[in-house]
């Protein structure tokens, strides 16, 4: 899918913009808003049709696919969406009597609202309620079941109708496993009640890998080579700033795309021996571990020109990696972006430059991570410093018994591994 904000922003009243990739959906524009519309063929008469989805900015790009997709499904089922749209707004009779009995709906929503929601980051809780809330949805009489009816074949049907993303249905099957363990720990479950979650298809939901070109890739750890970098170095010229900068943080610091696009002033610092950023605790992926700590990164070589030049032109989101709408910029949004930039992406089939397309194929942000943290194996940086470059927790043991924060030994290599990319982007 692909969406033109700054087409959007250019939307006069009256005018519409269609959303290529997602089928159906358009933002229209009137004198004091813009709306996200699903336009379709009904179903039986064949036709046109448009119904409301959502206001936007407030509802993004990706979240009015998402509602479109389940809209279109249910017009292939011959269901109107209009009228869809009006039974889910009406207190059906189903909903009164789930007011009298714990249901599916009610276990699960209580799990989002008390568990993944306090408990996770926010990309993390928005994502698992986003698949919750679908299940719920593509699952009706599934949601109405009483939580204790729930039988072994239930589930298995469940998640064998899912197996062809397997990925995504381990990850459901994890979830509703720990809902249900919730349930029966809160007392809202008879002690009685089986849990089959954990057990029902373990080991059998197995990504192939991604599908690229119609062709699972299968389960690749990718490193690029010291030529591979040197290209992509050269080529950085061709990518929107907003990509560049974020491209070279991956290699320079070796941190998660997460950590760096939610880069603040305030997390910068200048200190004896230079400048350093400081990542929270919580906004790392150790955030739940008692025992971690803030991660520090020394800035070093453009690392360390990226942020200075940034801190300069900080927006209205306070963050130094914002959007053009003065957003958050995200890691599912440089991924999509790195994605698009391929040659088998059909976004590349739309465009008539070639200076769009990577030279360098086949990788994902965070085989940039994994690359340099090989390039550092490779210059001899000992793995408990590498360890501590990428923030991973020492083992339990090491853990206890050595507390050293290793900030001399980061700046040291970081900046032997600056060194060397310089010398590979020649």
């Known amino acids: ?174 979830m509703l496993s720990a809902a249900w363990s919730r349930a029966l720990d809160a007392g809202r479950l008879d002690q009685d009640v089986p849990n089959w979650w954990p057990t029902i298809m373990k080991g059998k939901l197995k990504s192939k890998g991604k599908v690229v070109g119609g062709e699972h890739q299968g389960q690749q750890r990718r490193v690029l080579r010291d030529e591979e970098v040197g290209e992509l170095l050269a080529w950085l010229s061709n990518m929107h700033e907003l990509g560049r900068d974020t491209l070279q943080m991956y290699l320079w610091t070796c941190t998660r795309g997460s950590e760096i696009l939610a880069m603040r002033p305030a997390h910068i610092t200048e200190e004896k021996d230079g400048w350093w950023w400081t990542v929270p605790k919580e906004a790392t992926k150790n955030a739940r571990f008692e025992e971690a700590v803030d991660l520090r990164v020394p800035l070093v070589g453009r690392a360390l020109k990226i942020v200075q030049r940034r801190l300069k032109a900080v927006g209205k989101s306070g963050l130094l990696f914002e959007d053009a709408r003065g957003e958050q910029y995200t890691q599912h949004d440089f991924s999509t972006y790195i994605y698009g930039l391929q040659p088998y992406s059909e976004k590349v089939a739309r465009r008539e430059s070639e200076g769009l397309i990577l030279p360098v194929t086949h990788w994902t942000p965070h085989n940039l991570r994994r690359t340099s943290r090989t390039m550092l194996a490779a210059l001899g940086c000992p793995k408990e410093i590498g360890e501590a470059v990428l923030g991973h927790l020492p083992p339990a043991i090491e853990g206890t018994y050595n507390t050293h924060s290793y900030d001399r030994e980061r700046r040291l290599w970081l900046g032997k591994l600056a060194r060397q990319l310089e010398e590979i982007g020649k």
Request: net charge positive; proline share 6%; charged share 30%.
């Open 1 to 174: 899918m692909f969406f033109d904000v700054r087409a959007a922003k250019q939307l006069k009243p009256g005018e519409h913009l269609v959303v290529e990739g997602c089928e159906g959906l358009r933002l229209v524009a009137s004198t004091s808003k813009m709306t996200w519309t699903y336009r379709y063929k009904q179903p039986g008469t064949g036709l046109m049709k448009q119904t409301r989805i959502g206001p936007y900015p407030k509802l993004r790009p990706s979240e009015a696919a998402e509602m479109v997709e389940v809209l279109r499904s249910k017009r292939a089922d011959g269901i109107d969406p209009k009228e869809y749209q009006r039974q889910q707004r009406k207190p059906a009779a189903s909903a009164l009597a789930d007011a009298e009995v714990f249901t599916v709906r009610k276990l699960v929503r209580d799990y989002i609202t008390n568990h993944i929601e306090q408990e996770r980051q926010k990309a993390g809780a928005i994502a698992a309620r986003r698949a919750l809330e679908r299940l719920l949805d593509e699952e009706p009489t599934f949601a109405q079941t009483p939580a204790s009816a729930v039988t072994r074949s239930a589930c298995f049907d469940l998640l064998e109708a899912r197996k062809a993303t397997p990925t995504a249905a381990q990850k459901l099957r994890s």
